[in-house]
């Protein structure tokens, strides 16, 4: 469905990716690991078209779609979750949900939230109240809910867990295997190697922009000091009963020193930097300012097909 071929990426001059390539399938749900900084979340964007690659090429379903901005890309099914999912707190879960229904015919929204209840029904009891006021984990699912409102056919989900507690993290993993399995492609960023690996079938390491292993999940299962070098896994798949002195002890521990390479021990990431406003709200906020409102009036009143909303595109 999805391909990628050899993509390069800068922010100025800085290059965050490079010679990357990739391909997703319909129904396949492929793992993208590495540690802070490595370009997961830049080729999630680029992938979504919020951000343009220097060179190299994708293609949806055999088009290249090379020049496409991120709506178009949202408008042929290809959904971001962002990291830290970008909610509105003022608005309610069922409002952020319709956000992400804006593409589809209004007859066909409060279908397409009962599909997406089916999948989330924790968020039911929750429909009325601001998205701010819900846990981190509930927040996470109506992050994952907004962006299957537009019935994607492929999932982009940066840091999926982050800042989420276990039991939620593998509630939320057994919703995504059933995501995958209706079909949808799904692109998972994931700093929990473990969790990401059992649900994916495929995995791509990333380390400082450049591609150090693409293959199936199993095989990266079998390789743990691929992980290793990444700064990745040192928890979890670290070889624990490696005795100090061999090599692989001694390569996890000096990963473990180096932690994620800004001071913090991988993986307490407890919070993050985000670089770019996701398009979506970047855009409905210009939108709204342009209007006059703020950016929950101007939402409310594009769901409710205002006239004061002169485009009434989310
Ligand atoms: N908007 C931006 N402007 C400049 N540099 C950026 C921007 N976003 C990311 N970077 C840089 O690009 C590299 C990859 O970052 P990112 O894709 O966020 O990695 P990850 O998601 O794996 O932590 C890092 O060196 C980061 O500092
Ligand atoms: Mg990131």
Same mark, same amino acid.
């Given at each position: ?8 990426? +800068? ?30 979340? &830049?080729?999630?964007?680029? /992938? ?43 608005? &309610? ?75 939620? &993290? ?17 692109? /998972? ?37 691929? /992980? ?26 000096? +990963? ?17 930097? /985000? ?40």
């Amino acid at each position: 469905m999805l391909r990628a071929e050899r993509l390069e990426v +800068a922010y100025g001059g800085v290059v965050a990716l490079q010679d990357v390539s990739l391909e997703v399938a319909e129904g396949e749900c492929l793992a993208v690991l590495g540690a802070n900084g490595a370009g997961k979340s &830049t080729l999630l964007r680029t /992938l979504a078209r919020g951000v343009r690659q220097r060179a190299g090429h994708l293609w949806l379903d055999g088009a290249r779609i090379d020049r496409w901005a991120a709506d178009r890309a949202a408008r042929h099914g290809i959904a971001l979750v962002p990291e830290g999912r970008r909610l509105f707190a003022g608005l &309610t879960v069922r409002e952020n949900l319709e956000v992400g229904a804006a593409r589809l015919r209004r007859a066909e929204v409060g279908g397409r939230l009962g599909d997406v209840l089916r999948w989330f029904p924790e968020l039911d009891q929750r429909l009325d109240l601001a998205a701010g006021r819900l846990s981190g984990g509930e927040q996470q699912m109506v992050g994952v809910g907004r962006a299957l409102m537009g019935r994607p056919r492929l999932l982009l989900v940066d840091e999926l867990s982050l800042g989420l507690a276990p039991l939620v &993290t593998r509630r939320i993993y057994e919703i995504l295997g059933q995501i995958s399995a209706s079909g949808i492609g799904v692109v /998972l960023v994931e700093q929990y190697t473990d969790l990401a690996l059992a649900a994916a079938g495929r995995a791509l390491v990333l380390e400082k922009g450049r591609c150090v292993f693409g293959g199936t999940a199993e095989e990266l299962r079998r390789r743990p000091e691929l /992980l290793e070098t990444a700064y990745l896994g040192r928890e979890l798949l670290a070889p624990v009963s490696a005795a100090p002195g061999e090599p692989a002890a001694e390569r996890a521990a000096a +990963a473990g020193r180096r932690g994620a390479g800004d001071g913090r021990r991988w993986p307490a990431v407890a919070e993050m930097r /985000l670089r770019l406003e996701a398009p979506e709200k970047r855009r409905i906020e210009e939108a709204a300012r342009a209007a006059g409102m703020d950016a929950n009036e101007w939402i409310r009143a594009a769901l409710r097909g205002s006239e004061a909303v002169k485009d009434g595109e989310v």
